[in-house]
């Protein structure tokens, strides 16, 4: 299984950039929210190819993960 990390990147004029990975689908989108709306206005969102991702992606991709263990 992937590693879960939010990484945060603070700009000098205040910005700050939220980037997630190891999170699939709309499980990004939950796990953030708290964080999101104490830091303030967003003001925009780009999805990666992992919030596309379905539950039934991650599983297939989990099994194929696991096919290449020893």
């Given at each position: 299984?992937?590693?879960?990390?939010?990484?945060?990147?603070?700009?000098?004029?205040?910005?700050?950039?939220?980037?997630?990975k190891g999170v699939r689908g709309k499980q990004c989108t939950e796990l953030t929210a708290e964080i999101e709306g104490?830091?303030?206005?967003?003001?925009?969102r780009q999805e990666t190819d992992e919030h596309?991702?379905?539950v039934e992606n991650q599983s297939a991709q989990q099994q194929w993960e696991s096919w290449g263990e020893t």
């Open positions: 299984m992937a590693t879960e990390t939010l990484e945060f990147t603070i700009y000098p004029d205040g910005r700050v950039v939220e980037t997630v104490k830091l303030g206005n967003m003001t925009h596309y991702q379905t």
